[in-house]
């Protein structure tokens, strides 16, 4: 069993919370993950072990997710970032291997430009870019039915909330090859249907703040990256998560076979592995559960 540091710490006068499982014998740089709107510090049981196995791993709840406060009013756009930051002071941390997740991926990416020296290796799952004259307009349809779902869930619709939301994360494809597909749907339908009023309103309050999507991405140097995403996400489609790929100098593209958005959930073990290799500098070539690895911008 593993043993969790649970710990708080407070950024000015907002209380945050982050969770250590501390590896005396590392193989890489610690894993740092923060949550997202609709995950907290406690949501990775399956796949946490496979990574602490490697490295000390931080899960940690951020200003308006999980076990936090929520984020103060007014808060600055980049009030996430300053808060991660801190965390790394507090720990402290000098440099991580850092994990963005659909909410979190534009977030992550703007820290690793302000803090170079501090992101050893960035891997972004899940990417939304509303890049303009994308030829994937989907990205853009896909980014305004996410605002509508928060609006729902802001006037307080739970239920069509939480319809919306699978619809968006999980492939509806007939005959879709996505492992657990049903199962992964009815659970997220009853998870997102039993939230609370206030749980409702706080996660609404808070979701923009963690789900800004940057026009593009780019100015991100000498930081090795992955960008990856489920083979039949219909959200964080391939074609959108490659395009972000390709803005970044040096990053390595790759999906998940078998899975969609709730790829974490479908196939922990398959998603372990990818994080695991890619934080371990191992090779991505020839496996199985993932397409061929690309580096579309190579210069």
């Not at 076990?67 to 930051?85: F, N, R």
């Not at 990856?228 to 489609?237: A, I, M, N, Q, W």
Request: aromatic share 8%.
């Amino acid at each position: 069993m593993i043993t969790a540091d649970a710990r708080t710490a407070t950024f000015g006068e907002v209380r945050y919370a982050y969770r250590i499982l501390w590896n005396d014998h590392p193989r890489t740089e610690p894993i740092l993950v923060p949550s997202g709107a609709l995950r907290d510090m406690y949501a990775w049981p399956r796949i946490e072990r496979h990574l602490h196995a490697i490295t000390t791993v931080v899960l940690v709840d951020l200003p308006g997710t999980g076990y936090a406060d929520d984020s103060p009013p007014g808060a600055p756009a980049d009030y996430p970032q300053l808060v991660l930051h801190h965390l790394l002071e507090e720990v402290p941390l000098p440099s991580v291997n850092l994990v963005g997740l659909c909410s979190t991926s534009a977030m992550t990416y703007e820290f690793a430009q302000q803090h170079p020296r501090r992101v050893r290796r960035l891997a972004l799952g899940g990417v939304l870019s509303a890049a303009p004259g994308s030829p994937h307009p989907l990205g853009k349809e896909s980014i305004r039915r996410l605002e509508r779902a928060w609006t729902m869930l802001a006037e307080g619709n739970v239920a069509d909330f939480a319809r919306q939301i699978v619809l968006l994360t999980v492939d509806s494809t007939p005959d879709s090859p996505v492992r657990d597909r049903d199962i992964v749907a009815a659970l997220l339908t009853r998870l997102l249907g039993e939230l609370t009023p206030e749980e409702a309103a706080r996660t609404a309050r808070n979701a923009r703040l963690y789900g800004a999507f940057p026009s593009h991405f780019s100015g991100l140097y000498d930081i090795p990256t992955l960008v990856f995403t489920g083979e039949h996400d219909p959200l964080t489609t391939p074609e959108l998560c490659y395009e972000v790929a390709a803005s970044i100098k040096g990053a390595v593209f790759t999906t998940v076979r078998e899975s969609d958005h709730m790829v974490h959930v479908e196939r922990p073990e398959e998603y372990a592995d990818l994080l695991i290799r890619f934080f371990t500098d191992q090779p991505l070539d020839n496996l199985p559960h993932l397409t061929p690895p690309t580096t579309p911008a190579s210069k």
